[in-house]
């Protein structure tokens, strides 16, 4: 891959995320840790119910297999790429142990610790996880409203017709699979998918739901809701992040325009909506002079998707105006969220939060944080980076 000539403040910005990647192979082995730092510093994941300490459940595990492959797309270091192929292996054995599988999550934790080992091995071993992976995701598709499931058991009432705006990361398995198989199912659950989250999830005013929920007998729009946002008419900011880089990705999938106005819809809320740092609020209601917490993950999503939109817009002054944008979010994190060394923190990008009404992960680093960030400064530093979505 090509490299563009880097700024001093990016190349010390890869060169400590890779450094900290590093660390965590040393400190953490195959162990995995938990969603978000504690005071700056990962801990193992805990135990809970079956699963012993740090073993792999959750939808947040594959972020860190996910940062290894991106270190060794970096450096060529096999370190990294040992590490995370041993990774693969314990995703491919959750896969057939049946554990903690019932979620649209596979998505995310399976396009990278599945799909990418495939792509950079050829190893069948992976193809094979990757489409099982598709498979029982595909299981979460209800019929007739046309949308993925995301949470729980699908007899669970109170989850039943209930997707949120972060299920459009979990469509690109389903187009791999598609691409892989040839069956046309996988790309209609995710064009049907899609279309259902834009219609309904993203408002008049450009902001998004956070959660909506369908009739399963009918497939009647229902309502909105959130539940990690202010509340159910706010914009949750890591929801809207979400949005421009998951629509923008399903439009390179679908070729469906529709998909790329609404990433750009997106955008702009999102841009519009940004402090004079750039580093959002948790949630967008937010502005210059509140004391609410910020969400640095948000800001590292949302410039991945500006990113996307750069290398995807068939419109060259909007693909400019994308990743200009990105690279004022970029810049913005690097200055203000980077940790002061590899040494200070477990985590990539400090300042982030998972859930503020429940109080979870408050102004701490975070797995999806830390990978996004990440892969921005990789769409900044290798503009021909074949994605891992």
Request: hydrophobic fraction near 40%.
């Amino acid at each position: 891959m090509t490299s563009t000539t880097l700024e001093p403040h990016v190349a010390d910005a890869v060169a400590d995320a890779i450094a900290v990647v590093r660390r965590n192979i040393d400190r953490f082995g195959d162990a995995y840790v938990d969603d978000t730092t504690q005071w700056d510093r990962y801990a193992l994941r805990p135990a809970d119910g079956p699963f012993a300490e740090g073993r792999n459940h959750g939808w947040t595990t594959s972020f860190v297999p996910g940062m290894q492959w991106l270190a060794y797309d970096l450096t060529g270091d096999e370190v990294f790429r040992d590490q995370a192929l041993r990774h693969a292996a314990d995703f491919e054995r959750r896969l057939r142990a049946d554990e903690d599988l019932d979620t649209h999550d596979l998505g995310f934790l399976y396009t990278l610790a599945a799909v990418v080992p495939w792509r950079r091995t050829t190893d069948e071993r992976w193809h094979a996880a990757g489409i099982g992976a598709a498979e029982r995701l595909m299981t979460r598709f209800l019929e007739p409203a046309g949308i993925i499931q995301a949470w729980g058991d699908l007899t669970d009432p109170e989850q039943r017709g209930r997707t949120i705006i972060d299920s459009l990361m979990n469509m690109p398995l389903l187009t791999w699979a598609g691409e892989q198989t040839g069956s046309p199912r996988f790309a209609d659950a995710v064009r049907r998918h899609t279309a259902q989250l834009r219609t309904h999830m993203l408002r008049d005013d450009n902001s998004t739901f956070h959660t909506f929920y369908w009739d399963v007998e009918t497939g009647e729009p229902l309502r909105g809701a959130t539940e990690q946002g202010l509340s159910d008419d706010s914009c949750w900011a890591r929801g809207e992040a979400w949005g421009v880089l998951g629509l923008a990705l399903n439009y390179g999938a679908t070729g469906d325009e529709t998909l790329l106005d609404a990433a750009w819809r997106c955008a702009d809320y999102f841009l519009r909506h940004l402090p004079a740092d750039l580093i959002p609020y948790w949630d967008l209601v937010y502005s210059d002079g509140s004391d609410a917490p910020r969400d640095s993950s948000a800001a590292a999503i949302a410039a991945c998707g500006l990113y996307e939109l750069a290398t995807c817009d068939p419109d060259r002054a909007r693909a400019a105006r994308a990743r200009r944008e990105g690279d004022a979010l970029l810049d913005a994190l690097i200055a203000r969220a980077r940790p002061a060394s590899p040494e200070a923190s477990d985590a990539l990008l400090l300042h982030g939060v998972y859930n503020l009404p429940k109080g979870i992960g408050v102004d701490e680093g975070t797995l999806w944080g830390d990978y996004f960030y990440f892969e921005a400064l990789m769409r900044r530093t290798r503009p021909d980076w074949e994605r891992y979505w």
